[in-house]
């Protein structure tokens, strides 16, 4: 079974600091995306990577794609109470058959 | 340009009843997909269809789950009888094509609680 998995599970931090989201996997992936999950909705995609090493940006939300594709990061500078949310990474590809595989989530709550 | 649309939003029911959710995808998107997402878990795909033809059901439990794309644009996912076991909420999710790099929209879910 390949997993995703992601640290930490849940976070709670002040309006103003930073954190960091991993996401890892023994797999290899040949994309690698995160999605965000408000309460009562469905997640919604915030970026996709596709190449090892590959970083991107979104605004105060940076993206990083590992090396040998098997890991990802997300990056969010100077957090706001809007970021509030459920963090999903999810890892596709051919040796995925296709379809995408979905880390557990790492719940953010952000307090002003 | 409409989202994917889901309904009930939330259904509530007793062990071994039965229950169906519908899906109405993107217009003109090919691919459709049904998902469960257990509380504290990151959504688990159910079946994946392409038209109306079954690409992917290998984590579908077939012994009480079946779903059906007729004519290749809506969808239902039905489950009969329900378990304890099965509460979750269920996200269907469109593509353009087929899965892997595209983007997957998704609807907001159907909530169902099992007791």
């Known amino acids: 079974t390949q997993l995703l998995e992601q640290s930490p599970q849940f976070l709670s931090i002040q309006e103003g600091e930073n954190l960091t989201v991993y996401c890892n996997s023994s797999?290899?992936?040949?994309?690698l995306q995160w999605y965000r999950q408000e309460p009562g909705e469905g997640p919604v995609l915030l970026v996709t990577?596709?190449?090892?090493?590959e970083v991107k940006k979104l605004k105060r939300l940076t993206f990083q794609f590992g090396d040998a594709r098997k890991d990802s990061s997300l990056h969010i500078t100077a957090a706001q109470p809007g970021d509030t949310g459920l963090y999903l990474c999810?890892?596709?590809?051919?040796?995925?058959?296709?379809?995408?595989?979905f880390g557990q989530g790492t719940e953010l709550s952000v307090k002003p | 340009e409409a989202g994917v649309a889901q309904s009930p939003r939330y259904k509530i029911i007793e062990k071994r009843q039965s229950v169906a959710f519908w899906c109405n995808p993107i217009?003109?998107?090919?691919?459709l997909y049904w998902y469960q997402q257990i509380l504290g878990q990151g959504p688990k795909l159910l079946i994946q269809?392409?038209?109306?033809?079954?690409?992917?059901d290998s984590q579908l439990p077939k012994d009480r789950f079946s779903a059906e794309r007729l004519k290749g644009v809506d969808s239902t996912l039905k489950i009969q009888p329900a378990k304890l076991e099965d509460s979750a909420v269920y996200l269907c999710?469109?593509?353009?094509?087929?899965?892997?790099?595209?983007?997957?929209?998704f609807g907001p879910g159907t909530r169902l609680l099992v007791l």
């Open positions: 999710a469109s593509s353009p094509t087929t899965g892997g790099f595209e983007t997957q929209y």
């Open positions: 797999s290899v992936f040949s994309s």
């Open positions: 990577v596709v190449t090892g090493g």
């Open positions: 999810a890892g596709g590809g051919h040796n995925q058959g296709g379809k995408l595989i």
């Open positions: 217009s003109g998107h090919a691919t």
């Open positions: 269809f392409q038209n109306n033809g079954v690409v992917d």
